[in-house]
């Protein structure tokens, strides 16, 4: 199998060697977040393969791709098992102006250390914390916004996310929920997630092309109709045929 640790390294920027601590996951979220996109392209195009530790490698790692929350947070979650943190695999319902019918197709990561359990979450598109949120109630701040997780049971779990973007939330939203206690036996069953999502009608996935990724002043977010740019706060959007589409794929997602 290829070198996970020393390609994940390259494909964010980070030095190779280096033990990683702690304190080192905003600087590696941060990273990840603006070296790997969040995409639907391979659900599109129908080109998907099992979810399995060769194949999120292979995808995210040597062909450079990005991927939707299951590949995402699962090549993280590889890495950092591989640099001897604790974490686990969870799944999530996503609430958008009322909980998705989907199911738990929200996939992240719950990080154990020192004593305190944290949500790790870079697949989450343009929503990330950029940190590791605490269980505990404490807010986080990063450049994307505060982010904060609330104990509450619901039918889709035992904790919520919830979130106030950096220029464009007023109020706390929800995010997702997820239970704490069922965790991810096996990344194999992220293949549930995968059919779901690529054959639901109510996916939002698996219509329209989009791509999405951090920038060092906000985010780019392009589909097939439109590309808009967040720049410390100012946004820019402008309609798009399919040959600006390929254009803007290369520019910026070198694709």
Request: charged letters at 30%.
């Amino acid at each position: 199998m290829n070198d996970l640790n020393a390609l994940f390294r390259k494909r964010i920027g980070m030095k190779e060697g280096e033990k990683l601590t702690f304190e080192d996951l905003d600087d590696i979220l941060e990273r990840t977040g603006k070296a790997i996109p969040f995409e639907n392209l391979a659900i599109i195009s129908s080109e998907l393969s099992d979810i399995n530790k060769e194949n999120i490698i292979d995808k995210v790692l040597v062909r450079n791709e990005g991927g939707v929350c299951y590949e995402l947070n699962a090549a993280l979650y590889f890495f950092l098992e591989e640099n001897d943190f604790e974490v686990s695999l969870i799944r999530g319902v996503i609430y958008n102006q009322g909980w998705m019918t989907i199911g738990r197709t929200h996939v992240a990561i719950l990080l154990k250390h020192d004593g305190q359990t944290y949500l790790v979450d870079t697949g989450f598109g343009g929503n990330l914390p950029l940190k590791p949120v605490p269980l505990n109630g404490d807010t986080i701040i990063s450049r994307n916004g505060e982010f904060r997780i609330k104990k509450e049971n619901t039918e889709h779990g035992d904790h919520i996310l919830e979130l106030k973007l950096k220029y464009k939330d007023a109020d706390w939203k929800i995010g997702y929920a997820f239970d704490s206690s069922n965790l991810v036996g096996n990344v194999s069953e992220l293949n549930e997630v995968q059919t779901i999502i690529k054959e639901d009608p109510q996916s939002p996935f698996n219509k329209h092309p989009l791509i999405t990724r951090l920038t060092n002043g906000g985010n780019i977010t392009l589909t097939d109709t439109s590309f808009t740019q967040w720049d410390d706060g100012k946004v820019k959007k402008e309609e798009i045929d399919n040959e600006r589409f390929k254009e803007l794929m290369k520019q910026h997602f070198d694709r």
